[in-house]
T-cell receptor, first 115, second 114 residues
Framework: GAGVSQSPSNKVTEKGKDVELRCDPI?????LYWYRQSLGQGLEFLIY????????KSGLPSDRFSAERTGGSVSTLTIQRTQQEDSAVYLC?????????????FGPGTRLLVL | GNSVTQMEGPVTLSEEAFLTINCTYT??????LFWYVQYPGEGLQLLLK?????DKGSNKGFEATYRKETTSFHLEKGSVQVSDSAVYFC?????????????FGQGTILTVHP
């Protein structure tokens, strides 16, 4: 079946612009996660959704970052007024959300470059 | 807080060599432990996992045993192949209020030469 998909695969933007990154989880997966992979910081957790609710936003680096999920499916991660330090690969993952230690299935990522 | 420390790489081996990538963790409670792999040009994928002490996860010839007494989850393979060249990440899920939030190690780059 279809895996997690993300779009765009690559995004180049100018400092100060807003960007939106999209994630389509595996059908039926109620849990969705965003991570960031950068050279300096490794893989960092950003935010977690169960359904449309985000019980854990602890990893969002600043108030320029926000995320939403609608219909228990697609999620968008928005970065406002992008900065060069936002350059990274943004990864989305989903899991079945049934509880217990779950396997997270990752998408291919969106590579963001802020000039 | 929770953390994962991985053996620094890169690791370069010849085909059929024995592989160990060390991973130790710090966590409150009883975390679940994972190894994820990222092949060149591909996304992260689960390699194996263990959910309680003394569990052994295994897949594709790789093994790792959850050792609570040493807070370790070292990855091993008896005979590596060129196709095992990838970046390997150790990770934990601390559960409880941190449920679903994976904490990753820095990753270890493995290159296997013919």
């Amino acid at each position: 079946g279809a895996g997690v998909s993300q779009s765009p695969s690559n995004k180049v933007t100018e400092k100060g612009k807003d960007v939106e990154l999209r994630c389509d989880p595996i059908s039926g997966h109620t849990a969705l996660y965003w991570y960031r992979q950068s050279l300096g910081q490794g893989l960092e957790f950003l935010i977690y959704f169960q359904g449309n609710s985000a019980p854990d936003k602890s990893g969002l680096p600043s108030d320029r970052f926000s995320a939403e999920r609608t219909g228990g499916s697609v999620s968008t991660l928005t970065i406002q007024r992008t900065q060069q330090e936002d350059s990274a690969v943004y990864l989305c993952a989903s899991s079945n959300g049934r509880g217990g230690p779950e396997t997270q299935y990752f998408g291919p990522g969106t590579r963001l470059l802020v000039l | 807080g929770n953390s994962v420390t991985q053996m620094e790489g890169p690791v370069t081996l010849s085909e059929e060599a024995f592989l160990t990538i060390n991973c130790t963790y710090t966590a409150t409670g009883y975390p679940s432990l994972f190894w994820y792999v990222q092949y060149p040009g591909e996304g992260l994928q689960l390699l194996l996992k263990a959910t309680k002490a003394d569990d052994k996860g295994s897949n594709k010839g790789f093994e790792a045993t959850y050792r609570k007494e040493t807070t370790s989850f070292h990855l091993e393979k008896g005979s590596v192949q060129v196709s095992d060249s990838a970046v390997y990440f150790c990770a934990l899920d601390a559960g409880g209020t941190s449920y679903g939030k994976l904490t990753f190690g820095q990753g270890t780059i493995l290159t296997v030469h013919p």
